[in-house]
């Protein structure tokens, strides 16, 4: 055996291996496809957009984060709201948690300065069997107040519907290995 072929198989058995993102997942009836695997990032993260659109260009993407330092959900909602409005002092941010701890979500409607469009977001965040720190759902949709015949009440339904969606959905865990603990 050559010596490339010989370290390649040592590499191959020494590093954990990473599942695979799941090449589309379903949020709110709607199918997204993956766009984005960035799991060996600092802050992992894979990302999913609807057929046609690309990371660039996207009107609504649904993301999963791994963040291997948070422990505590509500935290890390309320850390997002603090940024959200810092950035944005008129966006509105809305944190929800459960009693238990185990889980929290917030909520936002965003946009920058001088952009027609605006952006509102659904970010869970929950620990996970298995998994050290905390896994984070986002979705988000961007859309230019022009392109509804009723812009206020269209946001408060999709907000409503969106958030009952993802206290709901359950996206997998793309970070998980595959590796059994060595002995």
């Known amino acids: 055996m050559n010596r490339f ?3 390649l198989a040592l590499t191959c058995a020494l590093a954990a291996p990473v599942t695979h993102a799941q090449p589309s997942v379903t949020f709110d009836g709607e199918r997204y496809v993956l766009r984005g695997d960035a ?6 993260l894979v990302e999913y957009v609807r057929a ?3 990371l660039q260009s996207w009107t609504r993407l649904v ?3 791994h963040f291997a330092k948070l422990d505590d959900p509500r935290a890390a909602a309320g850390n997002l709201a603090r940024i959200v409005r810092e950035h944005n002092p008129n966006a509105r941010a809305d944190v929800i948690a459960k009693d238990d ?3 929290a979500i917030v909520d936002f409607l965003t946009w920058a300065p001088g952009d027609d469009r605006l952006e509102f977001n659904v970010h869970r965040y929950r620990r ?3 998994l050290p720190g905390l896994v984070a759902y ?3 949709w961007r859309f230019r107040m022009a392109e509804l015949a009723d812009p206020t009440k269209t946001v408060s339904a999709n907000r409503k519907r969106w958030i009952d969606a993802m206290t709901r959905v359950d996206f997998g865990n ?3 290995t595959a590796q059994k603990p060595l002995r």
């Open 128 to 130: 996970v069997d298995g």
């Open 174 to 176: 793309p970070f998980a």
């Open 5 to 7: 072929v010989w370290l």
């Open 63 to 65: 993301a999963i984060r």
């Open 138 to 140: 986002q979705f988000a």
């Open 101 to 103: 701890g185990s889980e």
């Open 52 to 54: 046609g659109e690309s």
């Open 39 to 44: 799991r060996r990032a600092p802050i992992p």
